[in-house]
Every structure is written in structure tokens, then in C-alpha cells.
């Protein structure tokens, strides 16, 4: 089955500690995308990659980063740097060109902090 | 900066009514607004809206955009206890590259 696949679907970390999430795809999308919501709020742009080894700053980027290896492939590491880690993370992926455009979406990882 | 607002922030109905949500956005370069419907976990998507006046419909759902207005709305008649859902607008930029979602909207169903 095509899908994306984000692990762990439950983590907790210790202040201090930084975390990788991970998040795979094998749909051959190019553009993949990381979203952080916190209860009951939207979703906001972490990062996102249109390529292989390329990757912009979204809107809340400050304390993560990432990595685009492999087109399947973009890992978020959360830092010791974010002050407020604890969310529900996204990752979602979608084609460039042709399609519908619409975001795939993982079922996410939920991130508690200690 | 781009910019989706959506309202109300959450709505609660009784089964068999009919309910309006809104987004509004401020987008450099527009391209498409979609909805999406989250309940648990991963949103699943509904609709997407590249043309003005053009409805878009799914069973008891449906959607239109109003590009003068900057906005869109997702209708659902007769709602049922599976609406119970979290609602997502976003607007994707004409690069194609950004989606901006708004806050969402939260509804409940009651029985």
C-alpha cells in the first residue's frame, strides 16, 4: 500500500534532550512537509523540501531541523533548543507537478516533553 | 505573509442540521484553497477550489470559493455524529510549494 509512514507514534523526552522523528513515504512525491498543531489549533509549517538535499524554513522553524537524503525520507529533529516541544507532529508529502495538488498526510507523533 | 482565518472556532449542532463554515485568506500569488477533515489523527481531504463560483460537492458536503471575496465555504446538511470532526482550510501559493492552514474548526454533532 502507498501511504506515509511517521515513527513513533508516541514519544516522551526529557528537557534537554533532543528527539528524531521520522517520516517515510513511497508514494514518489518530491515535495515532502513537516506541521506541527497543538490541541486544538491548525497546523503550522515546520519545514518543508521540494528536492532531494534542499530544504526551506517554514514559518516556525527555530529549535528543528532536518535532512532530505533520500527522496523517501525526511527526518525532523526536534532540539533542545525549542522551548515547547510537546505537540502532535505531521508529516505530509505531495507531488509537484500534475495531480491535485492535495497534502498526503502520516497519522502523526505525539511528542510529550517531561 | 500569508494568512488563513477560519470561523467560528467551534460549532455545536444536533444531528440533521445544517451547518456553514467559513476561511478567509490573504495569499501572495493564489493557487487553490483545499479543505481537509481531521478526526483522530492524519487529515483526510475533501475538496480543492482553484475557480471562482464553481461548486464542488460530496454527498451531504459541499464547498464553494469566492475569489473577489478572498474566501471560501464548506457546507454539511443534515449532520451526523461522524461530522464530529476538526475542519482545515488551506491555501496553496501559486509556486506551488506552501500550503498555509488556518486554525480550523471544531464541530461537534450531538445526537
Known amino acids: 500500500d502507498g501511504g506515509i509512514t511517521q515513527s513513533p507514534k508516541y514519544l516522551f523526552r526529557k528537557e534537554g534532550q533532543n528527539v528524531t522523528l521520522s517520516c517515510e513515504q513511497n508514494l514518489n512525491h518530491d515535495a515532502m512537509y513537516w506541521y506541527r498543531q497543538d490541541p486544538g489549533q491548525g497546523l503550522r509549517l515546520i519545514y518543508y523540501?521540494?528536492?532531494?538535499?534542499?530544504?526551506q524554513k517554514g514559518d516556525i522553524a527555530e529549535g528543528y531541523s532536518v535532512s532530505r537524503e533520500k527522496k523517501e525520507s525526511f527526518p525532523l529533529t526536534v532540539t533542545s533548543a525549542q522551548k515547547n516541544p510537546t505537540a502532535f507532529y505531521l508529516c505530509?508529502?505531495?507531488?509537484?507537478?500534475?495531480?491535485?495538488?492535495?497534502?498526503?498526510f502520516g497519522e502523526g507523533s505525539r511528542l510529550t516533553v517531561l | 505573509e500569508d494568512k488563513v482565518v477560519q470561523s467560528p472556532l467551534s460549532l455545536v449542532v444536533h444531528e440533521g442540521d445544517t451547518v456553514t463554515l467559513n476561511c478567509s485568506y490573504e495569499v501572495t500569488n493564489f493557487r487553490s484553497l483545499l479543505w481537509y477533515k481531521q478526526e483522530k489523527k492524519a487529515p483526510t481531504f475533501l475538496f480543492m477550489l482553484t475557480s471562482s463560483g464553481i461548486e464542488k460537492k460530496s454527498g451531504r458536503l459541499s464547498s464553494i470559493l469566492d475569489k473577489k471575496e478572498l474566501s471560501s465555504i464548506l457546507n454539511i446538511t443534515a449532520t451526523q455524529t461522524g461530522d464530529s470532526a476538526i475542519y482545515l482550510c488551506?491555501?496553496?501559493?501559486?509556486?506551488?510549494?506552501?500550503?498555509?492552514f488556518g486554525g480550523g474548526t471544531r464541530l461537534m454533532v450531538k445526537p
Open positions: 488551506a491555501v496553496c501559493n501559486n509556486a506551488g510549494n506552501m500550503l498555509t
Open positions: 505530509a508529502s505531495r507531488t509537484r507537478f500534475g495531480g491535485t495538488g492535495e497534502l498526503f
Open positions: 523540501s521540494q528536492i532531494v538535499n534542499d530544504f
